[in-house]
């Protein structure tokens, strides 16, 4: 029997990870990393927003902390939007980790929403 699943799927593209970095400046204050949005599902999503936390660990938990919120309109069926990070820190994020939680506030009902987060290694 095959599931058949109806709906939008935001996901990370690589899945789990960002497409690029995250990497530190020289100081460590400043990381940049890209975020590739996939809608691999088979209905367009509609606005969601996608938060980047910063953590000591690889996981998302409420000690985070949120450095940046995006807003993005919507995404249709097998649409990629890429978000352009940039945060900065008080002191050095190096070995932290960057988090993006896509649809973070859970406003798409998605076919499955355990793979909405990508983790990174600041480097
Ligand atoms: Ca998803
Ligand atoms: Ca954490
Ligand atoms: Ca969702």
């Excluded at 938060?51 to 919507?74: P, Q, Y």
């Excluded at 990070?85 to 050095?92: E, N, P, R, Y």
């Amino acid at each position: 029997m095959t599931k058949l699943s109806i709906g939008p799927d935001l996901v990370s593209d690589p899945e789990g990870g960002f497409a690029n970095g995250p990497v530190s400046n020289p100081t460590g204050r400043r990381v940049t990393a890209l975020l590739k949005v996939m809608n691999q599902g088979n209905v367009d999503a509609g606005a969601f927003k996608v938060k980047i936390f910063l953590s000591n660990d690889s996981t998302l938990d409420g000690e985070d902390t949120l450095k940046k919120t995006f807003k993005v309109k919507g995404l249709p069926i097998g649409a990629t939007k890429s978000l352009r990070i940039k945060v900065t820190h008080s002191a050095s994020m190096r070995d932290k980790y960057l988090i993006g939680s896509i649809d973070a506030d859970d406003e798409v009902a998605e076919s499955n929403e355990n793979n909405n987060l990508a983790v990174g290694w600041i480097q």
